[in-house]
T-cell receptor, first 109, second 114 residues
Framework: DAKTTQPNSMESNEEEPVHLPCNHSTISGTDYIHWYRQLPSQGPEYVIHGLTSNVNNRMASLAIAEDRKSSTLILHRATLRDAAVYYCILEITGNQFYFGTGTSLTVIP | GAVVSQHPSWVICKSGTSVKIECRSLDFQATTMFWYRQFPKQSLMLMATSNEGSKATYEQGVEKDKFLINHASLTLSTLTVTSAHPEDSSFYIC??????????FGQGTRLTVV
């Protein structure tokens, strides 16, 4: 039972912003929203996480809808190194992650 | 940041044999670690939660007698795939970390059963 839904793939031009959407309509009040990305044959890499408020870090921004049923990961300027599969995940209980299908991001030079 | 290390990175074994994969937290203590499995072109699937000093908790559909988990210390959890068969070939990944913040994933172990 997928707890998050994401588009299978997206494309972006290099140096342009990318908005990766995620729906999590069954989220409860204590579930954290995490984003990780994965390159082939590597473990997932942390991108960002949040609970209710929008979050910014050096890698990205996370915009969380007011009802928390959806969120958007924002990469401000896509680079070729940002090409990866991006997973939107709900942390139901401490660090126990149920991954969705992820979005494969292609960055076009 | 904190590092979680897996060993080996890849392993090939014969059908019917057992394989042990180690997951270590290098610079922090982890009372809980998690094991995931990932088939080609698919997402990660949580297999089990490894608890230091107690039995692991397995997700529905994961055979506990086939995937033995031992978490004997605060820095080491092991996953043993017993009587491995070709359908067990997969990418196995562990993770650890404090709750409600960044989780740290190992680099993964590619298991091929021939």
């Amino acid at each position: 039972d997928a707890k998050t839904t994401q588009p299978n793939s997206m494309e972006s031009n290099e140096e342009e912003p990318v908005h990766l959407p995620c729906n999590h309509s069954t989220i409860s009040g204590t579930d954290y929203i995490h984003w990780y990305r994965q390159l082939p044959s590597q473990g997932p890499e942390y991108v960002i996480h949040g609970l209710t408020s929008n979050v910014n870090n050096r890698m990205a921004s996370l915009a969380i809808a007011e009802d928390r049923k959806s969120s958007t990961l924002i990469l401000h300027r896509a680079t070729l190194r940002d090409a990866a599969v991006y997973y939107c995940i709900l942390e139901i209980t401490g660090n126990q992650f149920y991954f969705g299908t992820g979005t494969s991001l292609t960055v076009i030079p | 940041g904190a590092v979680v290390s897996q060993h080996p990175s890849w392993v090939i074994c014969k059908s019917g044999t057992s394989v042990k994969i180690e997951c270590r937290s290098l610079d922090f203590q982890a009372t809980t670690m998690f094991w995931y499995r990932q088939f080609p072109k698919q997402s990660l699937m949580l297999m089990a939660t490894s608890n230091e000093g107690s039995k692991a908790t397995y997700e529905q559909g994961v055979e506990k007698d086939k995937f033995l988990i031992n978490h004997a210390s605060l820095t080491l959890s092991t996953l043993t795939v017993t009587s491995a068969h070709p359908e067990d070939s997969s990418f196995y990944i562990c993770s650890a970390g404090p709750f409600h913040t960044e989780a740290f994933f190992g680099q993964g172990t590619r298991l091929t059963v021939v």
